[in-house]
């Protein structure tokens, strides 16, 4: 078992543990510090959905700048567990963790409720599309989408998802998308 540490906010270097799984690839520190200095250190008010927490990193490091509520969907009962064990210990009251496939959660969940929601799905399984068509519903007006994939992917103009930010990190290509107008970003 490695770890990764926040890299920003209350938890600032407090370490979350990272199984050893196939396909389980913690955002690096360096994406991370880019799309936290891309959204503002301070996230109070928001309410942010990590879709597919795996670790946890990007979750926790909303939470640890002030996010009012953070919801981590893991399908791994292992993980779970481990995310849980960590918002214990990191005393992170507004942070849930719920085991559920995030594609199936998204698409029954009620629609706008998150600032911001987290996509970092598994590379291998060609969700991304799936997971932004998904996850577009639950933003309020002006929310924002960030997506990690192995290629630039392309929002189905339907969306109405505009790129505001991107960037890549070795084979990683990382963007921020944001829905409708956004004054307060």
Known sequence: MSEVRIIGGQWKRSKLPVATKPGLRPTSDRVRETLF??????????RV???????????FEAASRGAD???????????????KASALRLKAEQLRVEC?????????????????????????QELFEAALCAATP???????????APDLIAAPPELGLDVWKSGR?????????????????
């Open 37 to 46: 200095n891309w959204l503002g250190q301070d996230l109070v008010g928001w």
């Open 169 to 185: 990190a070795g084979a990683v290509y990382y963007q921020l998308l944001r829905r409708g107008d956004n004054p307060g970003v």
């Open 100 to 124: 559920t496939d995030a594609l199936g959660w998204m698409t029954r969940s009620a629609p706008a409720r998150f600032e911001l929601v987290l996509l970092d799905p598994p590379f291998g």
């Open 69 to 83: 509520e953070v919801l981590l969907l893991e399908r791994d009962a292992e993980l779970v567990r481990s995310l």
């Open 49 to 59: 959905l990590d879709a597919f927490a795996g670790s946890g990193a990007l979750g």
């Open 138 to 148: 639950l933003l309020v007006d002006g929310g924002l989408i960030y997506l990690e």
